[in-house]
């Protein structure tokens, strides 16, 4: 038996313990596939890997829906792996749900760098984690009321934009709700440390606050840990087109807008992601190739690993994009810089 197989059957016997239906409604098992290097295992047996498996996600391989896992990426131990695959078979399961309420990548690249809305922002991810450590139910409630009252004066300020937290929110937030769940059922420590880890993570003001399609994991499942306390339900169809904040939000009451000063840690975030931007870029066109220009749609990318400044698009780890006059795919697997307009492109640089 290879180490890749050994580690299959380990989250495999993890899963086999875990009841999928109370995880959420209907919920069920899916198969997963565990892939390092050139090799996969998929259902025990180890297999040449196959070019669709990127990442860490859901993908429809066979025919069927399957979660994939990347074991170079990490976690350490079956336990964490498990609840990690319960994460993307929640996604499996959403995509045969009818989920559609997943965010745009291409707006969220347009989210202000504002110093006062980040600052609101931080107190309102403090307030959550506060309503999920408080000990009384009516605590709770009340902690998230404060929090339902400053993240609407935020709504109010930002607008449409807001969406692009509240989705990722609602898709990775119940997705990382899931595992946490799942966790919590094969370790009660572990789930008690990554727990602590993400609370750490909202309340402390760093790199991530700026991120908000991947610290809304964090804030979407800290939100149902805190609202599951709290007493306040949210179960629901997953056709359902409201986020799950808007779900959970008419139940709470709404605390008074606190004053929230602008922070200077966060202004020197700002101006540190900015800096940080301009010399990737700078680095970048030292050494790039020629651009190539034409008409292009973009087809897959890495929403974890991209910004935009002006119509100037980088993706550090991955491109796919369509000519469209010839039909030829081209995949740009390396840094590549884009010129685009939204999803159309023309002209695009590679790394070389």
Same mark, same amino acid.
């Given at each position: 038996m290879t180490d890749l197989q050994k580690l299959h059957l380990e989250a495999a016997q993890r899963l086999d313990r875990l009841d999928f239906d109370r995880l959420w409604p209907g919920f069920h098992?899916?198969?997963f596939a565990l892939y390092q290097g050139d090799e996969m295992c998929l259902g025990g047996e180890v297999l040449p890997r196959d070019g669709s498996l990127r990442g860490n996600t859901a993908v429809r391989y066979a025919g069927e829906l399957t979660a994939v896992w990347d074991v170079g990426s990490g976690p350490?131990?079956?336990? %964490? &792996?498990? #609840?990690d695959l319960v994460h993307e078979m929640f996604h499996a399961f959403q995509m045969e749900q009818g989920e559609a309420r997943f965010p745009d990548d291409f707006a969220a690249l347009e989210y202000p760098l504002d110093v006062v809305n980040f600052s609101r922002k931080l107190a309102e991810d403090r307030l959550l984690c506060r309503a999920l450590r408080a000990e009384e139910r009516g605590e709770r409630r009340a902690l998230l009321g404060d929090f339902r009252a400053l993240r609407e004066a935020r709504r109010e300020t930002l607008g449409p934009v807001l969406d692009q937290e509240l989705l990722?929110?609602?898709?990775?937030?119940?997705?990382?709700?899931?595992?946490?769940r799942a966790l919590s059922c094969l370790s009660e420590e572990k789930y008690r440390r990554r727990l602590e880890t993400a609370l750490r993570l909202l309340e402390e003001p760093g790199p991530l606050l700026l991120d908000v399609r991947r610290v809304s994991y964090y804030t979407g499942a800290? %939100? &149902?840990? #805190?609202?599951?306390?709290?007493?306040?339900?949210?179960?629901?169809?997953?056709?359902?087109?409201?986020?799950?904040?808007?779900?959970?939000?008419?139940?709470?009451?709404?605390?008074?807008v606190p004053p929230v000063p602008a922070d200077?840690?966060?202004?020197?975030?700002?101006?540190?992601?900015?800096?940080?931007?301009?010399?990737?870029?700078s680095r970048f066109f030292r050494t790039a190739s020629q651009p190539v220009s034409g008409d292009f749609q973009v087809l897959g990318y890495d929403p974890m690993n991209m910004?935009?400044?002006g119509r100037l698009l980088y993706g550090s780890h991955f491109w796919l994009l369509r000519d469209r006059e010839s039909g030829q795919t081209i995949e740009l697997g390396e840094a590549a810089l884009l010129r685009s307009g939204g999803r159309r492109v023309q002209r695009y640089w590679r790394a070389q």
């Open positions: 098992r899916f198969p350490a131990g079956p336990d %964490l &792996l498990a #609840a990722p929110e609602t898709v990775e937030g119940m997705a990382e709700y899931m595992g946490l800290v %939100l &149902l840990l #805190a609202a599951e306390a709290a007493g306040i339900p949210f179960a629901h169809q997953l056709t359902d087109t409201r986020p799950v904040y808007d779900i959970i939000c008419p139940q709470l009451p709404c605390g008074e200077e840690t966060i202004g020197a975030l700002i101006a540190s992601r900015t800096v940080e931007r301009r010399e990737t870029l910004f935009q400044t």
